[in-house]
């Protein structure tokens, strides 16, 4: 201890006794000139803007419900078809109800980029007589770059401890107690990322809610009844009546297009018939005898 502090004693005045050298003023000098100059640099030329800092990307759900009355809900489901596709949506979900004698209703639930959101609400509103067209919005911005914070935190932790479990964990129990707790924060990140990515997807996909309701009530078409045997039996005499009938009639409207050809074809007949006779009737004379 003595030794220490005689040491210690002996390097104070040391210091103290000691004087600058050529070369320390002259790096001192150089410091004090640099400094100002190094405080001109950092401060604002007079007159010059701030950088401004890049602007946040909003994430805005946009959702709308749209009510119409129409004709006929049926005719109405290609229209609405037509016009998510030409907006490169989709439909999400698709339903119609409804009983005989009541009207029915068809809801459809539908996916459209937020840029085209407006125009495809317009196009949507002239397919019937509108009821009701409300939109609604909600910003959640805040929410969204907080998750991120929170998937970036847990990831930073999770690699921590699994750098602890690659290079300290010994003990089997510590190793068991690391991995159970990786575990807990893995699945922390996994919820995180599927929130994220569920705000992301609603923010550039608008929600429209399209319900129809038609004006009339719905007459279903009667089902067909299985015909009874006497029905049956009517059923095949008139066809096969209505056969005969039919050819009756193809059979006259047939003779009375032949009708200007007849003598014609009567001629053509006794001409044949008399050339018939005569060849039959040499045939049957003998070489030598005299014709009958």
């Known amino acids: 201890m003595s030794r220490f502090l005689a040491f210690f004693a002996a390097a104070l005045l040391t210091g103290c006794d000691s004087k600058p050298t050529a070369s320390s003023r002259s790096a001192g000098l150089h410091a004090e000139r640099a400094a100002p100059m190094a405080l001109a640099d950092a401060a604002p030329a007079a007159g010059a803007k701030p950088i401004a800092e890049p602007a946040v990307e909003r994430k805005i759900i946009h959702t709308a419900t749209v009510e119409l ?19 490169k949506g989709y439909v999400a979900k698709s339903d119609i109800t409804g009983q005989a004698g009541k009207s029915r209703t068809a809801t459809w639930t539908l996916k459209v980029p937020v840029a085209d959101y407006r125009v495809a609400v317009a196009r949507l509103v002239t397919l019937g007589q509108l009821v009701r067209n409300s939109s609604d919005s909600q910003d959640v911005t805040e929410d969204f770059f907080d998750l991120e914070a929170r998937v970036k935190n847990f990831k930073a932790e999770e690699e921590t401890l699994n750098k602890l479990l690659k290079d300290t964990a010994v003990r089997l129990d510590d190793i068991l107690k690391i991995r159970e707790q990786i575990k807990v924060v893995r699945g922390e990140i996994e919820r995180a990322e599927g929130r994220l990515k569920y705000l992301g997807s609603m923010a550039a996909l608008s929600t429209i809610t399209l319900t129809a309701r038609e004006e009339v009530p719905y007459v279903p078409e009667a089902p067909a009844l299985a015909a009874s045997f006497g029905e049956q039996v009517t059923t095949r005499f008139t066809a096969s009546w209505n056969s005969l009938v039919g050819g009756l009639k193809a059979f006259v409207l047939w003779a009375v297009e032949v009708s200007p ?22 045939a049957r004379v003998t070489p030598g005898e005299p014709e009958a």
């Open 261 to 282: 050809f007849l003598p014609f074809y009567a001629l053509g007949a006794t001409a044949g018939y008399l050339a018939y006779r005569r060849i039959r009737r040499a």
């Open 69 to 87: 009355h129409v004709a006929n809900v049926e005719s109405v489901q290609p229209e609405v078809e037509k016009v998510v596709a030409d907006f």
